[in-house]
């Protein structure tokens, strides 16, 4: 087999081995990248009803697939935020005596309107817009029309 | 977990993609892999003859 | 590359695989063909590792979530269809690739000495894609899975004594249920794999240090190609091609997904299991039971220890041979029937 035959031969295999490899690892790899999550199927939930949820009480609920939190404040009204702390995601605690959320896992503080009194966590914490239905409490993201 | 999953299968309408769009993605590989076993193949026997 | 070659050199005394890379080869002969089933296999077990390694970031082995997580991957990640449909046809070529690669040894009578290990791995192996198989049938928790492996659990139930025990070690627990499912998913995804790496690892080191077989027909050989890198080129000329037709098959026909069972209502009409097990199950409508089970027991032992039993393998005397091309039609048999009386329902 002369020399050039076989470097053309090596070229093609090297070429031909080369694009099936791309060929392959772009599907694993977008394979593994996660689908995304479809908003528009979440941005307005039913978290809770009125009567569940007495005054100066909170409660857990997911929205936008992330922890979130209702507080029933003591002035009667509703205040809805991320519950997911802005430091490392830890969900934080709501102490109701002081009306702030406190996250156990490295000590940060924020008031009830979201915001940091006390590190090392950097930004607030997001809030979301509450509405009343009747008998039931929706919480939507802060631009959406309810 | 379950209704969360559920609620995601409902509301986009992907299911599996269509006869011609799973084709459009997988013929063009069989076919590189044909050609690759043809050349494969080819360099095998050629290079044990050339020796 | 000699860089790198000779930091290993200055090191460790790499002449062994040197000697082995340069001198190795495989026998020609008018056999030669059915040399590439081994390695065929072997590629596609690597191809059911890799896809099964990618299902399982997706999967959910509990009840209420199995079915759904393998809708999840089908109709949502990008290629899940893909990925689930090449290993679930990757699992019947591989059990397909295993048995001609078995019978094409057990006929070129590969096992005799020095090979007796390597044929008793074999049949370990072929043992362990079939419990591949069974266990990864009830992962996606439909009705066919569900009823398929209540089946198949309950079997060992005539066995007198144990049986019972070894049904509840199975299921789990009295009844198939979520506890069965954890526990065939952990076999499917550790134990087995584990197994598998030992098994394959052992037997393809005896075929690089015994070489290959050669047919006791053969009396002189045509020539002998080094397998580094003729051999290797041609095996990878075969995966390629087989890649091909496996991609084919996947993109063709997609992998069914049924939807969840609902384990009380009964059983549906004509159930029946994969080709594969078709026979055993055949076989146990057959004949009693107990006398089933004996068989299938004695028949798997037998064809175990088939280099002890045909002591003198010489050309021309056939009656192992005889046996073998009976085992083919008893299984083709059954097979066949099976499908025939379960489709009158």
């Keep these: ?146 | 977990m379950t209704a969360f999953l559920i609620q995601v299968a409902d509301t986009l309408s992907a299911k599996i993609p269509s006869f011609t769009d799973r084709f459009n993605f997988t013929l063009p590989l069989i076919v590189v892999l044909l050609i690759l076993m043809f050349f494969i193949l080819l360099k095998s026997y050629e290079s044990e003859k050339g020796r | 590359m000699g860089r790198i070659t000779d930091f290993f050199d200055e090191r460790f005394d790499l002449s062994p695989i040197r000697r082995w890379v340069s001198d190795k080869t495989v026998p020609q002969h008018k056999h030669s063909f059915w040399y590439y089933f081994g390695g065929l296999a072997l590629f596609l077990l690597t191809v059911q590792i890799i896809t099964g390694i990618l299902l399982a970031f997706y999967y959910s082995p509990n009840p209420a979530n199995a079915n759904e997580s393998v809708r999840y991957i089908m109709e949502h990640v990008q290629y899940g269809w893909l990925i689930r449909s090449i290993h679930f046809w990757g699992a019947n070529f591989l059990i397909a690739v295993v048995l001609v690669h078995m019978f094409s040894t057990f006929f070129m009578k590969a096992y005799r000495k020095p090979r007796e290990v390597m044929w008793i791995l074999g049949v370990l192996i072929l043992a362990l894609v079939l419990t591949f198989s069974f266990t990864g049938y009830l992962l996606p928790w439909t009705t066919l899975s569900y009823f398929a492996t209540k089946v198949g659990v309950n079997t060992p139930m005539v066995m007198p004594v144990i049986g019972n025990f070894i049904s509840q070690i199975m299921q789990g627990g009295e009844d198939v249920s979520a506890a069965t499912l954890t526990r065939m998913f952990t076999l499917h995804t550790v134990i087995l794999p584990l197994t598998a790496a030992g098994l394959v690892t052992f037997h393809v080191l005896l075929s690089q240090v015994l070489g290959t077989s050669v047919p006791l027909s053969i009396k002189k050989l045509d020539g002998e190609t080094k397998f580094f890198p003729h051999f290797l080129m041609r095996d990878a000329a075969v995966w390629s091609g087989t890649f091909a037709i496996l991609l084919a098959f996947a993109s063709v026909f997609p992998a069914n997904l049924d939807p969840k069972v609902n384990p009380i209502l009964p059983a549906p009409a004509g159930i029946k299991p994969e080709w594969y097990f078709l026979f055993i199950f055949q076989t146990l409508r057959t004949i009693p039971e107990i006398a089933a089970v004996g068989l299938v027991t004695l028949g798997g032992i037998v064809w175990l220890m088939v280099p002890f039993l045909d002591r003198k393998p010489v050309n021309g005397k056939p009656f192992f041979t005889l046996f073998g091309i009976g085992v083919i039609v008893y299984t083709l048999t059954m097979t066949i029937f099976a499908y025939i009386t379960t489709a009158q329902h």
């Design chain 1, 1 to 146: 087999m002369s020399l050039s035959r076989r470097s053309f031969l090596n070229r093609i295999l090297a070429g031909g081995a080369a694009i099936f490899s791309a060929y392959v690892i772009y599907p694993v790899i977008r394979f593994l990248i996660p689908p995304p999550v479809p908003l528009d199927a979440q941005t307005r939930v039913q978290a809770a009803t009125i009567d569940e949820l007495k005054p100066n009480s909170a409660k857990f609920f997911r929205f936008l697939d992330k922890p979130a939190v209702l507080v029933h404040l003591q002035n009667g009204s509703y205040e809805a935020l991320s519950a997911k702390c802005t430091h490392l995601g830890c969900t934080v605690a709501f102490e109701q005596d002081k009306d702030i959320f406190y996250c156990n896992c490295h000590g940060s503080q924020f008031n009830i309107d979201g915001k940091v009194i006390k590190g090392p966590a950097a930004l607030p914490l997001t809030q979301y817009a509450v509405s009343v239905s009747g008998d039931d409490i929706f919480v939507t993201t802060q631009n959406q029309q309810v």
